[in-house]
């Protein structure tokens, strides 16, 4: 499927065969392009949460543009590796890096979060192409992960599963019931990126319910932890090629970033889990991303 490049969006995945350096520079700029889309979505739509789409927005171009052995005109081949966002409330950062893969075309963003718009404010695995699984209930997805890299381990597949999850939403139960799982199976083509930004729906993750120690708390589940810069494009390309992080281990990969960035603004803001920028806040946004 070919994009519209007059969306403002790059068209299509980077190649592999390419150097490190020239995919690192592909990355950075569809990541920059791809916020610019993301803050026009909010702002028509007049809902939203772009403060975690831009926490997020690096960790996901990266996956579904470098990594992933996906293919947007064939969503649905059975040995294609699966992405499951969890944090399904930042859909306009999976939503825009879907449209620049190519799964779906570009100006159907303009539909995001009208009224019976497949583009809905938390992704629908049976209407949107390239989203493996519904998620926005919090703490669902990695379960749901889970279960699919228990299902490729009994087909015999080589596919791997990747999940992003919110800091946040690690306070459901149900996200350490199924690392318990994921561990005590030794998941090793099973990986969870944690969008560490520090902050949930009005306060930190510290204040609300405390967190850390996240590593320790990880490998002591029977994961292998490593730490990425979650804006650092080489970093995490570099990271998410290498897993696992340890052999026979599922990857429990912790991304450090910061809610709103890189708008000066809007970073590391609570407030901006969910507000919506006015006219003069798009604007300065939208000249800071150029």
């Not at 490190?20 to 950075?28: F, M």
Request: hydrophobic share 45%; glycine share 10%; charged share 20%.
């Amino acid at each position: 499927m070919t994009l519209a490049t007059s969306q403002g969006l790059p068209a299509g995945r980077i190649e592999r065969s390419l150097a490190h350096e020239e995919r690192v520079r592909l990355l950075v700029d569809a990541s920059r392009r791809i916020r610019r889309r993301e803050l026009e979505m909010v702002r028509t739509a007049g809902l939203g949460h772009i403060g975690g789409d831009f926490s997020a927005t690096d960790i996901v171009v990266v996956l579904l543009l470098a990594v992933l052995n996906i293919d947007p005109l064939h969503p649905h081949f059975p040995d294609r590796d699966r992405f499951v966002m969890s944090k399904g409330h930042s859909s306009a950062a999976l939503y825009a890096t879907l449209a620049t893969c190519g799964f779906f075309a570009a100006s159907l963003l303009d539909e995001y979060m009208k009224p019976l718009s497949p583009l809905s404010g938390h992704p629908d695995a049976k209407k949107v192409p390239g989203v493996e699984a519904s998620s926005g209930p919090l703490g669902h997805g990695l379960p749901i992960a889970v279960g699919m890299a228990v299902a490729a381990e009994l087909d015999g597949s080589k596919r791997r599963t990747f999940c992003l999850v919110g800091d946040g939403e690690l306070q459901e139960g149900s996200n350490w019931e199924a690392l318990m799982a994921a561990g005590h199976r030794g998941l090793e083509r099973l990986a969870v990126i944690v969008d560490r930004n520090g902050l949930q729906q009005g306060a930190s993750t510290e204040e609300t319910s405390r967190l850390n120690p996240l590593a320790a708390k990880a490998r002591a589940f029977g994961w292998g932890v490593a730490e990425v810069a979650g804006h650092d494009h080489a970093a995490l390309l570099s990271a998410f090629e290498g897993l696992p992080v340890d052999a026979g281990k599922p990857s429990f990969v912790i991304a450090r970033t910061h809610k709103g960035y890189p708008v000066s603004f809007m970073q590391d803001r609570v407030e901006w889990h969910h507000k919506v920028p006015s006219a003069g806040e798009l604007e300065a946004a939208l000249n800071e991303l150029l």
